[in-house]
């Protein structure tokens, strides 16, 4: 993102705040009215800057929560109290969703995974807590005064990710911000500070004291963003993904003096940079081929794919450097580490799937494929078949054009190949051409392994030789059943 001229952003802001008065400005006449103080605040503020739409506002205010809830009782056409604790309540007026916390002063105990809190007294006080200088701003309500104690603007339209205090105090606060840092450079295209680099690099290990699940929200955000590869150098640079993705770290292979290998770093880096350029925008829905972005299981697989690597290395005699089976093995680290992370299997098992089959594509365009090999292709692809032609195109890094260009020609012609089976034999959904009860019927058996073993016959019979047709079907599954006694 284009850092912001000032008095574009200023603009943005008040248009954002005249076009939000008829809720945040009569929800700050009530809370005035009740003597209390109320400001729209942090992320809020910072997009209305950059002209960014986002779907909640934050507020903040001096009123504890139950009073919050005594303030909006009658006015809000919803609310819920499931932050309560920690001073939220969150709120629906029409169309907007607002959340209000009781301003605050938390932080974590050393060896903590969860912040202590305690509420504060003053908006200066909860605005010196906040992670970055650009999310410490805020507008106080009703009347629209703008509060900015430590130069967040100018840090927003410097494109400068910086803290409000200490950097070190800071993260020892609140450790995730470390990711976060990484996650806004990612997001917004802005730079670290200095100190903030220095002191992510002196206490990444603190990171170990957050639980799975919130570096996870992180890092799904970090991937997600337009500028992941800035990010994920982030993380890398300054030791943070040697405790949350070492596996990435692991790419940096050492260059031996006569550069016998290419820098897989940068090479995954690359390949995630292109994997990014097959998404389509959220109008291709209705292409039931278009892959929406931003889409974190082919992100994350082409960061991934080539995180065997490392383990299956081998110095060949003559020279030449190989990776066998460093499909297999690097399928098997990501499942490791998005279990570690706490992700969901489904998720874990869609990101390691293309992981295991980048390579499959490979060998094509020299030998051919008879349909046979395409169909096991497609079937064994699946729902991510689109997703693997994103990620095998987008893993051709070379700078050599002919090969480039060989391979592409290549993939093209599988494509085209798999348009023409579909279209011929419905290749989403195969199936054998009998089914379990017609197995059962011909055989004169009861469901058991017998019939499991028969349609798996079938099933190769019909990847080998497409359709065979109800008839010949029955026929070779009598010969199949003639031979097993």
């Known amino acids: 993102m284009a850092v912001p001229d000032p008095k574009l952003a200023q603009s943005r802001l008040a248009d954002r705040l005249l076009e939000l008065d008829p809720v945040v400005g009569e929800l700050g006449r009530r809370y005035a009215a009740a003597g209390f103080e109320l400001a729209l605040v942090g992320g809020s503020v ?17 009123a504890r929560p139950d009073e919050t809830l005594s303030v909006i009782k009658g006015w809000a056409d919803t609310h819920w109290d499931i932050g309560r604790e920690f001073g939220t309540i969150g709120l629906r007026k029409g169309d907007d969703i607002i959340e209000i916390t009781t301003y605050r002063a938390e932080a974590y105990e050393p060896d903590s995974r969860k912040p202590t809190v305690a509420f504060g007294n003053s908006l200066e006080g909860d605005l010196s807590r906040r992670d970055f200088t650009i999310g410490a701003m805020a507008v106080r309500l009703p009347d629209l005064t703008f509060v900015d104690p430590h130069g967040g603007f100018d840090d927003l339209t ?48 603190r990171i170990e004291i957050i639980s799975a699940e919130r570096v996870r929200e992180e890092l799904v955000k970090l991937i997600c963003a337009k500028g992941a590869r800035r990010g994920i150098e982030v993380l890398v640079d300054t030791g943070l993904a040697d405790r949350v993705l070492p596996e990435v770290s692991a790419l940096r292979l050492e260059r031996d003096e006569h550069h016998r290998h290419k820098d897989v770093y940068q090479h995954s880096l690359t390949v995630l940079d292109q994997a990014i350029g097959y998404e389509s925008t959220a109008e291709a829905k209705t292409d039931p081929g ?10 994350f697989a082409a960061l991934m794919h080539d995180v065997g690597k490392p383990a299956t290395r081998r110095f060949e005699p003559g020279g030449a450097v190989t990776f066998h089976h460093h499909d297999v093995v690097g399928a098997k680290l990501t ?4 279990k570690a992370l706490r992700f969901d299997k489904e998720t874990t098992k869609a990101v390691a799937r293309l992981v ?25 692809a699946g729902p991510l078949l689109s997703r693997l032609h994103a990620l095998t195109r987008s893993d051709v890094t070379t700078r050599n054009r002919r090969k480039a260009e060989r391979l592409a020609f290549a993939y093209d012609d599988l494509e085209q190949r798999i348009v023409l089976l579909k279209e011929r034999e419905e290749l989403d959904a195969v199936r054998p051409d009998l089914d379990g009860r017609q197995i059962m019927e011909l055989l004169d058996v009861p469901p058991g392994p017998v019939v499991g073993q028969a349609y798996k016959y079938l099933l190769s019979l019909r990847m080998e030789h497409g359709p065979l047709g109800e008839d010949a079907a029955a026929d070779r599954l009598r010969e199949w059943w003639a031979t097993q006694g």
């Open 46 to 62: 910072r997009d209305a800057f950059l002209g960014r739409k986002v779907p909640d506002l934050d507020l903040t205010t001096d």
């Open 158 to 205: 410097s494109g400068v990710i910086r803290t409000p205090g200490t950097a070190e105090s800071s993260f020892s606060d609140d450790p995730l911000r470390m990711m976060r840092a990484a996650r806004f450079s990612a997001q917004l295209g802005f730079e670290l500070h200095p100190d903030v680099l220095a002191a992510i690099s002196a206490m990444s290990g």
């Open 290 to 299: 278009a892959i929406v972005g931003p889409d974190f299981v082919l992100r």
């Open 335 to 338: 499942a490791k580490r998005m």
């Open 356 to 380: 295991e089959l980048h390579l499959r594509f490979y060998g094509y365009g020299d030998a051919g494929w008879s349909d046979s090999a395409v169909r096991r292709y497609v079937t064994d």
